[in-house]
């Protein structure tokens, strides 16, 4: 998972490439342009914001959505990740 690249496309998707082979590994969905995204391959780790006002967590080894976060107000346009 180290070689991953996560480019950010507005229509709410977050696309995982393989920096090496060009191959897309993962695709991440929301509602709404994507505003940020953070990322950890050694955690596993992927986290983003979107326009429809979520931040969402994905495990990079399941391809899952973990969490859903709502409970905030207002729209989050940033999002990082710390050890």
Known sequence: ??????????DGKVLLWDAQSGVLKNRYA????????????????VVS???????????????TNVKTM???DGICNLCGLSQ
Do not use: C, Y
């Open 70 to 72: 709502t409970e905030h």
């Open 1 to 10: 998972m180290e070689n991953i690249l996560p480019p950010v496309l507005a």
């Open 30 to 45: 929301q509602k709404g342009s994507i505003w940020s995204v953070a990322f950890d391959p050694k955690t596993r780790w």
């Open 49 to 63: 914001t979107s326009a429809d006002s979520t931040i969402k967590i994905f495990d990079l080894a399941t391809s």
